[in-house]
């Protein structure tokens, strides 16, 4: 028998931020691809459309109207999942019956007045105000005693659920600290208690020495596809600089926290030469107060699409039962996603 590797034989790789073991076949992604990559249908839009409820000076659910904006406009969620003053309650007797009230404030932030755009399209300095936003709203939510964990997150695509395709991302904010950053938080916590150094520090310094699954570095942040990847093209955002949270981000980081996204959102677009859904977002420290040192910044990208513009990855049968699972290698994943032009498809002079 030959000798085992991860390049072709089917193996298991630990996450090791959730604990979490994922399932990679690579010897399935070897048949060859014969379908036709089709091309999505157009999806251009105009700058305005009066039936968009996020486009400035339209009604919103409720009857409020949004403003004349120009650029960024945060708005308090009309449907928010959490509220600021829902009683506190405990259902604690009974092991098999635990409940617990939660509170919150939920946002949506418009990342453009322009109902044409995404990210990838967008200029450079238009994603910084964006990054502006976040800080400021990362800042107020976190000084509010009942707020203890701020998420920050855009749901993009209709194939991801998302109601409208205006460029806006949300704001959940809540009392507890939900279910993926509190995996985070105890493996992190660990992992600084042993090395005195943060999980992701080393394993951003492994990355950027292996090379394989890197795909874009700037001064202060690296786009990955991390090694253990479950969505095709997942990918991570991670500051070279250990930070707790987003409002610890100098000038020229927020710089580049912009530049990045945009980058790696224009090679997503280009994958497929599709406006690629995805669901991304902050994972950072808790917001109550205490001092965080083995948590590292970092972003999470999970878009669906597998093969083309319309053929997305089903997490079904076995992951759903079982444990997620891989046919295409994280490292063959970032050698697609590197090997893409870094100009958005729209914009290439040769198309
Ligand atoms: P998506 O990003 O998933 O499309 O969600 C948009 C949010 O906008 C959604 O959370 C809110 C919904 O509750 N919304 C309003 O706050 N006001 C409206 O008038 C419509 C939608
Ligand atoms: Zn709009």
């Known amino acids: 028998m030959s000798k085992f590797s991860i390049e072709n034989h089917p193996h298991k790789r630990l996450n090791p931020l959730t604990g979490d073991w994922i399932l990679v076949s690579p010897h399935r992604a070897k048949r060859p691809w014969q379908g036709q990559v089709e091309k999505a249908v157009s999806d251009e839009r105009p700058k305005y459309d009066p039936a968009c409820y996020l486009c400035p000076g339209n009604e919103r659910a409720g009857g409020k109207y949004n403003p004349q904006y120009q650029g960024t406009f945060v708005f308090t969620n009309d449907f928010s999942a959490l509220l ?10 009974d092991p098999l019956f635990q409940a617990t009230s939660e509170t919150g404030i939920c946002k949506v932030i418009c990342f453009s007045d322009d109902h044409s755009l995404t990210i990838p399209e967008m200029e450079v ?3 910084r105000k964006v990054v502006d936003v976040w800080c400021e709203q990362f800042s107020e939510l976190a000084s ?3 707020i203890n964990y701020v998420q920050i997150f855009e749901n993009k695509g209709a194939i991801m659920g998302c109601s409208n395709p205006h460029p806006h991302g949300q704001i959940w904010s809540s009392s507890s600290v939900p279910t993926e950053p509190e995996k ?8 600084f208690e042993i090395h005195g ?3 992701l520090g080393d394993y951003l310094k492994a990355e950027l020495i292996n090379k394989d699954r890197i795909l874009i570095e700037n001064k202060h942040f690296v786009a990955l596809v991390p090694y253990w990847a479950v969505w095709p093209f997942e990918t991570m955002v991670i500051s070279k600089r250990p930070v707790q949270n987003i409002a610890m981000l100098t000038i020229s980081e927020r710089d580049s926290l912009a530049d990045i996204y945009r980058k790696l959102t224009i090679k997503y677009d280009n994958l497929f030469e599709v406006s690629f859904a995805y669901s991304a977002g902050f994972h950072q420290a808790p917001t109550d107060g205490k001092d965080y040192p083995e948590w590292h910044l970092h972003m999470h990208f999970y878009p669906p699409l597998l093969r083309s513009s319309s053929v997305k990855k089903f997490m ?12 295409i290698t994280a490292e063959q994943a970032a050698q697609r996603l590197r090997d893409l032009p870094d100009v958005h498809y729209k914009k290439q002079t040769n198309k």
Do not use: C, F
């Not at 600021?84 to 007797?93: H, I, Q, R, V």
């Not at 079904?316 to 046919?327: C, F, I, K, N, T």
């Open 125 to 127: 300095e238009d994603i």
């Open 144 to 146: 509010n005693p009942r």
């Open 316 to 327: 079904v049968g076995y992951e759903m039962l079982a444990s997620p699972q891989r046919d």
């Open 84 to 93: 600021t003053d829902s009683p506190e309650g405990k259902e604690n007797e």
């Open 197 to 199: 150094t943060t999980l």
């Open 184 to 191: 985070e938080s105890k493996t992190q916590k660990e992992y």
